[in-house]
C-alpha cells in the first residue's frame, strides 16, 4: 500500500479509533526561558508504559480522549521546518537544511519498536513576533489508525541544535513508530492575531504524510553477567540497582527493541590473582559452557576493582559469543556500562577503531560528530567531544556507524525461539 491512501484510510478511520486521541498542553514550554524544557522530563510524550489501545496513557500527559485535527486552525505564518531527526540513541536526519535527507544518505536506521526522541527545527522570517505556536506530530499506522500529539512553545528564534527547549519535541515509547507507522509534522498558530504573511514550509511533508522507513526486523539482545570473584582487588559490587543501571546504558545505546539481562546466579571463583584479564574472560566462557547456553545468549564477565595483576580498573567486562572471547577493562567516567557496551559490541563483531575494518569512517581515537540520546534519561548526547564506544578515548557514545553495524548484525543474529 503506498503512503498516500494509507493516509487517506487513516484520515477517514481516524474518528472512531481508540488508539487516536490528543495531549493536553499542560506541558507548555517556553522557548529561551527554562522551565524544565531541557529535555530532561517528558514534556510530551507517546504511551509511556501504558498501551495506547488500552487508553493511551501518555509520558507527561494523559488521554484527554478529544480528537485533534491535526490540520485545524492557521498554519504558521513565517516560520517553516528546517530540520526533523529521530533520535534512538544516535540522530538521523529526516529533513536538513529545509530539505528532505534521502533514506540512501541515512547513516543509521530508524528501528521500530524502539523509543526514542523526535524533534523539530524550526526557521524564523526576518522581523519574527515571538509568540506561542503548537508543534503537532500525526503518527498513522499501517492499520489507518492515527495519533496526534502537540506541543506548544514560545518561539523566540531559530531552534538551537543544542537546546531542546528551542525545538518542538516528543519523547515516544516504543509502540509510537511501528512498521509502515508515517509521520507529517505541521506548526500552527494558537492565537487569531497571527501576522500577516506566507505559512510555507510550515508542514512536512507539504501534503499527506512520508514514511520512516524503519527497521522492522527483531533486534535483541540477552545478556547473562558472570560474577567473577578473585584472590585480590574488592569484591564486585552485585545489586539489582547496579544491574538496573547497566541494562539502562546498553538498551540506550545499542539498536534494541528488547534486552534481557540477568546476573548468573553462581559466582565463579578464582584463587588468587588472576595474571591478566584473559583468565577472568575464561570464566564467563566456563559459566557458558557449564550452562548450556543457547547461542543468541551473550556471557559477561565481571569482577571489582583492581581483581587482577596489572589491575586498577574500576570495572571490567568480558564476553562471549561462542568460544570467541573478548576482554577489556578501564575506568570511564559512566562506570561499567561504557566498558559493557564496547565488550559487547566485540560480541556484535566490531573491532577497536584501529583494526580490521577499513570502511570505519572516524579516526584511530573514534572521534565523530553526531548528537545522541539516551532514553533513560530522556537526555542529548552532545554532538562533539564524543567517541565512538569501540574506542579507547573517553567520553564515549554509540557512533552511527557502530550503531548501523550492530544493527546488521543484530538483524543477521535472529533471537531464537521464534
Ligand atoms: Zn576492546
Not at 528546517?82 to 547513516?107: F, H, K, M, T, Y
Not at 520512516?212 to 553477567?225: M, Q, Y
Not at 545499542?254 to 546476573?263: A, E, R, S, V
Not at 546466579?265 to 564467563?284: D, F, L, N, T, Y
Amino acid at each position: 500500500m503506498n503512503t498516500d491512501s494509507r493516509i487517506r484510510r487513516g484520515l477517514r478511520s481516524s474518528r472512531s479509533s481508540a488508539w487516536r486521541f490528543a495531549l493536553p498542553s499542560a506541558a507548555l514550554c517556553l522557548i529561551g526561558v527554562a522551565q524544565g524544557c531541557d529535555g530532561s522530563g517528558d514534556a510530551m510524550g507517546v504511551g509511556g508504559s501504558g498501551s495506547p489501545s488500552g487508553g493511551g496513557s501518555a509520558e507527561g500527559g494523559s488521554d484527554s480522549g478529544a480528537p485533534v485535527d491535526p490540520e485545524e486552525g492557521t498554519r504558521a505564518v513565517g516560520v517553516s521546518i528546517s530540520a526533523i531527526e529521530v533520535n534512538q540513541a544516535v540522530g538521523i536526519r529526516l529533513v536538513d537544511g529545509g530539505r528532505p535527507v534521502p533514506v540512501s544518505e541515512r547513516r543509521a536506521p530508524i528501528i521500530a519498536g524502539r523509543p526514542g526522541l523526535f524533534r523539530v527545527s524550526v526557521e524564523t522570517a526576518e522581523g519574527h513576533r515571538v509568540r506561542e505556536l503548537e508543534g503537532r506530530l500525526t503518527l498513522t499506522r499501517s492499520d489507518g489508525t492515527t495519533k496526534v500529539l502537540t506541543d506548544r512553545r514560545l518561539v523566540v528564534r531559530a531552534s538551537s541544535d543544542a537546546d531542546l527547549g528551542t525545538q518542538f519535541h516528543w519523547h515516544f515509547d516504543e509502540t509510537a513508530i511501528e512498521e509502515g507507522t508515517t509521520f507529517a509534522v505541521g506548526i500552527f498558530e494558537t492565537s487569531d492575531e497571527a501576522p500577516a504573511g506566507a505559512s510555507s514550509g510550515s508542514r512536512y511533508p507539504e501534503s499527506g504524510s512520508a514514511a520512516f522507513d524503519e527497521w522492522a526486523d527483531r533486534l535483541e539482545l540477552k545478556v547473562v553477567l558472570v560474577p567473577v570473584e578473585t584472590g585480590c582487588g574488592s569484591k564486585l559490587l552485585v545489586s539489582d540497582e547496579a544491574l538496573e543501571g547497566n541494562r539502562k546504558y546498553i538498551f540506550d545505546a545499542f539498536p534494541l527493541q528488547k534486552l534481557t539481562i540477568t546476573y548468573r546466579e553462581a559466582w565463579r571463583k578464582i584463587e588468587g590473582c588472576p595474571s591478566g584479564v584473559g583468565e577472568i574472560a575464561a570464566e564467563a566462557l566456563a559459566a557458558r559452557i557449564e550452562d548450556d547456553a543457547p547461542d543468541d545468549v551473550l556471557y559477561a564477565a565481571l569482577s571489582g576493582p583492581g581483581s587482577f595483576a596489572e589491575g586498577g580498573a574500576l570495572g571490567q567486562a568480558f564476553g562471549t559469543v561462542g568460544s570467541a572471547p573478548y576482554s577489556g577493562n578501564g575506568a570511564g567516567p559512566d562506570g561499567v556500562g561504557a566498558i559493557i557496551v564496547h565488550e559487547l559490541g566485540h560480541n556484535l563483531g566490531r573491532p577497536h577503531p584501529w583494526e580490521e575494518d577499513e570502511s570505519y569512517p572516524y579516526d584511530d581515537e573514534g572521534g565523530y560528530v553526531g548528537w545522541g540520546y539516551r532514553r533513560s534519561t530522556r537526555m542529548l548526547v552532545p554532538s562533539d567531544g564524543r567517541h565512538d564506544v569501540m574506542s579507547y578515548t573517553y567520553p564515549t557514545w554509540m557512533s552511527e556507524y557502530t550503531y548501523r553495524k550492530c544493527a546488521e548484525f543484530l538483524k543477521d543474529h535472529p533471537p531464537s525461539g521464534l
